[in-house]
């Protein structure tokens, strides 16, 4: 037996190995930057909405509004918050979770990149739930103030008006939250996703 030439096809064949590993080993690690970057966005916007839900409590006190709106406010602001809350829970417990996680895997990127996609869907969904709260806060205030301000805003303008400016408002509110959700973390997720086809197929 030639244990030379044995030796050196063994050599050879340690040699792609070592190759192919390093060639996926490089793919994984380009995936490391657009996920370095969603977390770090989300990471802002988690600073953003806690600030944002700051300022609305203070809504109350800047605009004076009178002890009968003021506990309506807190009602609905509360609702608000308790919807938010559960939000913050997934998308905090989400990004937590992904420093847990070793992704040096086609699987555990896999992972990221759907549970991201997720929570972008619950992002869209809290934004659509917040907009009709606040729509049923202002209806709401049309009927507690309806002996002054509601003859007046009924004697101009009718409901199906009322109604067709709610739709309006939903449909620009809908609009911008899918415009900043593309624009926030769409192109980041493209390039993760465009590494994971590349490791699928290998």
Request: a positive charge; hydrophobic letters at 45%; one cysteine or more.
């Amino acid at each position: 037996m030639d244990f030379d030439k044995i030796k050196d096809e063994w050599n050879n064949g340690d040699t792609d190995s070592s190759n192919e590993i390093t060639a996926k080993e490089l793919k994984v690690k380009e995936a490391q930057t657009p996920i370095d970057r969603i977390r770090r966005q989300m990471k802002h916007e988690f600073k953003y909405q806690i600030l944002s839900l700051v300022i609305l409590a203070f809504v109350p006190k800047l605009f004076h509004l009178s002890p009968q709106l003021y506990t309506t406010y807190l009602v609905f602001y509360g609702i608000v918050v308790a919807f938010c809350t559960h939000y913050f829970y997934k998308f905090y417990t989400f990004y937590k979770h992904s420093y847990d996680l070793s992704l040096d895997s086609r699987k555990n990127l896999f992972w990221f990149y759907y549970e991201m996609k997720l929570n972008i869907e619950l992002y869209k969904a809290l934004n659509y739930i917040v907009a009709f709260i606040m729509l049923s806060f202002c209806a709401t205030v049309f009927f507690l103030t309806k002996d002054d301000l509601m003859k007046k805003v009924l004697e101009r303008i009718s409901i199906i008006y009322i109604a067709l400016n709610a739709f309006v408002t939903i449909l620009i509110i809908g609009l911008i939250t899918e415009f900043w959700a593309r624009f926030y973390y769409g192109k980041h997720i493209k390039k993760l996703k465009t590494v994971i086809d590349s490791l699928d197929e290998e």
